[in-house]
């Protein structure tokens, strides 16, 4: 009888300690579309990248006019010429491939320097409505496989979000 009597007080209290847990989700792929930062973010992140195919390209170009150069020239060269022509053309395209590289390696430089303040504002953003609901855990809808129900604060986040990104761009 003790046991039963424990048993089922031991159920009250977990069901009385999991009753206050309050659980939303949020779309975070809604906030961060709405956002006026972001998608200036996006349209910067664009320029930046069309710049570094426009260059790529005209590199990429002057190297094609170097090898029909080359090709064109090929059969009255030496052995010695061919093999010089050979290492400037195999200079040349390790250099565009190189640039390329970095210009990769650059593109995610910019974004993710972009995107750090843009996200730690939506983080920040629902900290504050979690905290005014009393939330104890927000879940991100994008990346959840399945939820039914519960509060979905996206809506109220996202208003917070716009506030504190209106009051980012002023500054």
Known sequence: MKKLVLATAIMFCVG?????????????????????SRKAAIEQLKDFEANGVQELKEMEADFNKQVAIYEKARPTMSPVIIKIEEEKLMKKQQTLEERQQSLNAEMQAVSQEMNKPILERVQKAVEIVSDRKKLSYVIDESVTLYF???????AEVLTELLRMDAEATKK
């Open 148 to 154: 039914k129900g519960g509060m979905d604060i996206t």
């Open 16 to 36: 009385t300690v999991m009753a206050q847990q309050k659980i939303a989700h949020v779309n975070s792929q809604k906030l961060l579309d709405t956002l006026p």
